[in-house]
Each structure stands twice: as C-alpha cells, then as structure tokens.
C-alpha cells in the first residue's frame, strides 16, 4: 500500500520560510518523479515544483521560481520542498504526489500522477 505523508505546514509571516517533507512508503521511490501541487480556497489546484527520480531535473511553477527551490533524498525515501520569501498568496493546502517514470504525460500535470498525499495547510499572514 503506498503511503505519502506530507508534514511541515504552518503559520509564517510574509517575507518567512518553511520546509515542506513528503515521506514515502510502499513504493520503489527511485522510480518515481516527485511533484508538489497546491490548491487556495475557491481555486484550482496548481502545480507548484517537481523532481525527477534519477537526475534531479527540477521544474517550478513561474509563481514559485527563486523562492521555492525542491530536493529529495532517496535513500529517505522523501521529497522535500523549501518555501522562501513566502507570500499571503502561497496560502493553501499543499500536496505532494508520485508519477511513475515510465507513465506518459508531463510532471506538471496532476492527473498525470499516481499516488498523493493527504496535504499539509500552509498559512502565510500579512
């Protein structure tokens, strides 16, 4: 049974940092490329930054590019994502999710994702 748990959220000022974790289980996490997803109240939800399993090729969302930046450590099994120079705008809940390597379709689609996680509230005040 696979397993993401995500943990890190909170309540930050504007202008503050947070580490998102996104802990896998049940999975041979090497096989899979990582991504992050948010979703505000009333909204869509959005993709926000991905890794691939073996060469560490990132992609951002413009909205996050130089403040957000996402790692993993496979030996983890986790993926991580910091969060910089927050802003109320990145208030949502965020989600991590798995996509198997071999599956066709893009790292910035979610329905092009396997497994997600529950998510973690991130809260940015003013």
């Known amino acids: 049974q696979v397993q993401l748990v995500e943990s890190g959220g909170g309540l930050v000022q504007a202008g503050g940092s947070l580490r998102l974790s996104c802990a896998a289980s049940?999975?041979?996490?090497?096989?899979?490329?990582m991504g992050w997803f948010r979703q505000a109240p009333g909204k869509e939800r959005e993709f926000v930054a991905a890794i691939k399993w073996s060469d560490d090729t990132t992609y951002y969302a413009d909205s996050v590019k130089g403040r957000f930046t996402v790692s993993r450590d496979n030996a983890k099994n986790t993926v991580y994502l910091q969060m910089n120079s927050l802003k109320p705008d990145d208030t949502a809940i965020y989600y991590c999710?798995?996509?198997?390597?071999?599956?066709?379709?893009?790292?910035?689609?979610?329905?092009?994702?396997?497994?997600w996680g529950q998510g973690t509230q991130v809260t940015v005040s003013t």
């Open positions: 049940g999975l041979t996490f090497s096989d899979y490329a």
């Open positions: 999710a798995a996509r198997w390597r071999y599956r066709y379709g893009s790292s910035r689609e979610g329905n092009d994702y396997n497994y």
